[in-house]
C-alpha cells in the first residue's frame, strides 16, 4: 500500500508475500479452473478441498498480482510480480505498490486507455451487446467489474482469507477502479459508492484501535473516511490514547478527559475571577448539520450564533489550543 498518502515519518504497512508460484499470465476469470479449483472449493467446502495452507496463497496470486497484470497487459504496460515484491535482509518477502503510480502514470500517457480484449470470443460478446443495445464495457473496466465481484465475494465476512491479504487486493481495487474513471471519463473524484469488505474493514479498524483511538472516533472514521482516508489515520496515534476507552463504544464517547497527562487549566485575565463557561446556542449544531459555519459573537452578556453568509459578513477566526 505504498502508493498511498501517510504522515511524515511514518513507515507503512508490511503486508507479507505469500506467493509459491507467479501469476500464469491468463484470463483473471478462468484461473481458479486452471489451478484445478472447483467452485465448491472455492465456497471454502471441505476445507477448501484440503488446501486450508494455500488458501491465501492462492487469492493474493489471483486477485491482487492476477489483477495487476490483467489490467496493465491490456492497457499495454508492461509489469512483472516482481515490480510488486521486496525482500528484507532477513529474507523475508513483502508486497510493495511503490512503483504502482508510475505505471498508471504510463497508463495515463498511452493509446490504449480503455484496454484491448485478450480474444475474439470477447469480441464477439461485445458485438452482441451492441446488437442487443446493452451496455457495452470496455476490457478494463469489463475485468474490473469481474475483480470487484471477487473481492466483495471472497474478501467478506467469513472464509480463511487473512485480513492482510484482503486489504491488499480491496485497496488495489479502489485504487485502479478510481485511476479508470479518472483517465476514461475524467472523472477524478474518490469512489463515492465504493464499499469496503468486512476482512479490510477488520485490518483498517484494527489499526486504528492499536493507535488506541476511542470507538466512537472510529466508527466517525470508518463511516465517513474514504479508504485512503481511513489508512492515513491509522498511522496517527490518537491525541488521548492514555485515555480509558473501556467503557466506550461505536455510539458514545464515555472516556471523558481522563488523560493522566491532562493538566489544562482555563486560563483568566485576572487570578481572581470566578466567571462560569457559557455554553453555545442550541442552535449552533443545527448550522453544522445543515453545512454551514456558525458564527460567534458576544452581545448584551451572552453568546450569539447565526449562519455564515458570504455576501454580507466578514469574521475573524480564533482559535485556542
Avoid at 154 to 175: D, M, R
Avoid at 201 to 217: E, I
Avoid at 262 to 272: A, G, L, M, N, Q
Amino acid at each position: 500500500m505504498d502508493h498511498l498518502q501517510v504522515p511524515d515519518g511514518a513507515e507503512h504497512v508490511k503486508l507479507p508475500y505469500l506467493g509459491r508460484e507467479e501469476y500464469d499470465g491468463g484470463e483473471l476469470n478462468n484461473y481458479p479452473q486452471r489451478k484445478k479449483w472447483t467452485r465448491a472449493e472455492l465456497r471454502g467446502e471441505n476445507d477448501y478441498g484440503g488446501r486450508t495452507t494455500d488458501v491465501n496463497a492462492f487469492f493474493q496470486t489471483w486477485l491482487f498480482f492476477g489483477c495487476l497484470i490483467t489490467i496493465f497487459r491490456s492497457v499495454g504496460v508492461e509489469v512483472r510480480t516482481a515490480d510488486f515484491i521486496y525482500t528484507t535482509d532477513d529474507g523475508n518477502k513483502w508486497i510493495t505498490t511503490a512503483k504502482l503510480l508510475e505505471f498508471l502514470q504510463q497508463w495515463r500517457t498511452g493509446s490504449r486507455k480503455g484496454g484491448t480484449w485478450v480474444n475474439t470470443k470477447h469480441l464477439e460478446t461485445v458485438h452482441l451487446n451492441s446488437y442487443l443495445g446493452r451496455k457495452i464495457l470496455t476490457p478494463v473496466k469489463s475485468a474490473l467489474e469481474d475483480h470487484r465481484r471477487y473481492m466483495e465475494r471472497y474478501c467478506g465476512p467469513g472464509g480463511a482469507l487473512l485480513p492482510e491479504v484482503a486489504i491488499a487486493v480491496v485497496t488495489l481495487q479502489w485504487t485502479l477502479s478510481s485511476w479508470e474513471r479518472g483517465i476514461n471519463y475524467s472523472d477524478w473524484n474518490l469512489l463515492q459508492n465504493f464499499e469496503v469488505p468486512e476482512k479490510a474493514r477488520t485490518f483498517l479498524k484494527d489499526r486504528l484501535l492499536k493507535a488506541r483511538w476511542c470507538p466512537s472516533d472510529i466508527a466517525l472514521v470508518m463511516r465517513d473516511m474514504h479508504l485512503d482516508g481511513q489508512y492515513y489515520i491509522g498511522h496517527l496515534q490518537c491525541p488521548r490514547y492514555e485515555d480509558d476507552h473501556s467503557n466506550c463504544d461505536a455510539k458514545n464517547q464515555k472516556c471523558g478527559y481522563s488523560n493522566k497527562e491532562w493538566k489544562y487549566e482555563t486560563r483568566h485575565t485576572t487570578k481572581d475571577c470566578k466567571c462560569n463557561f457559557e455554553p453555545a446556542p442550541d442552535t449552533t449544531l443545527d448550522i453544522i448539520r445543515r453545512g454551514g459555519i456558525p458564527i460567534m459573537s458576544w452581545k448584551e452578556g451572552k453568546l450569539r450564533v447565526v449562519n455564515f453568509d458570504n455576501a454580507k459578513m466578514r469574521y475573524v477566526a480564533i482559535s485556542h489550543v
